[in-house]
């Protein structure tokens, strides 16, 4: 009798050490997949300020540079087409394709003397150049907890408990746009 309780106390211990460390690599596959989606939450929170932001940016442009329409025209085309973006990469390739328009808006801003001395270009100008900062804060955040869920994903065992809690496939980083890489020409006239 003696014999089948100590056979029996080994099993359950063995049992109980085996759910514990089932459990810990589950809910760590599971945990790093929430941060995931909470840095991703808080990436598309700072994105939607911009987009709430970009009209009235628009409308304070276009009283002084009406002939810089095709820029207007494709910061309002890539703002509604945020609303239709589903997976994340067509999300990521909208906010680069903004962040471009933006640039090139700011740009013809420069243009317009009066427009850069408008107190409210200026106060806009200021919101949204904070808003890009969050937005480059967000991103990199982003891209730490996916870099931790890919890596956890990639070690020993890790595949197994991301598979047990339904995450078959990598989370996607948030990569710069490819003109991101060229250098801006900067023109003082």
């Known amino acids: 009798m003696k014999k089948f309780l100590v056979v029996l106390g080994v099993i359950l211990v063995i049992g109980l050490m085996s759910f514990t ?36 940016l628009v409308n304070t442009v276009k009283g002084y540079a009406s002939q810089e329409k095709g820029v207007l025209t494709e910061i309002t085309r890539l703002r509604s087409q945020w609303g239709e973006t589903k997976t994340v990469p067509e999300k990521i390739e909208n906010a680069n394709a903004m962040s471009t328009a933006l640039s090139r808006l700011l740009v ?13 270009f200026l106060a806009l100008q200021s919101q949204l150049e904070g808003t890009e900062n969050r937005i480059a804060v967000e991103r990199m955040r982003y891209n730490q907890a ?24 990598p989370a996607v980083y948030f990569k710069a746009d490819e003109k991101a890489q060229e250098v801006p020409a900067v023109n003082f006239y």
């Open 21 to 56: 460390w089932y459990k810990n690599g589950y809910n760590k596959a599971v945990s790093r997949d929430e941060t995931v989606k909470s840095a991703w939450a808080q990436v598309e929170n700072q994105l939607q300020r911009r987009n709430d932001l970009i009209p009235n």
């Open 108 to 120: 013809v801003a420069e243009n317009y003397p009066e427009l850069k001395s408008n107190e409210n």
């Open 146 to 169: 996916v870099k931790d869920f890919n890596t956890f994903r990639r070690e020993l065992l890790g595949q197994f408990f991301a598979a047990r809690a339904g995450i078959s496939e």
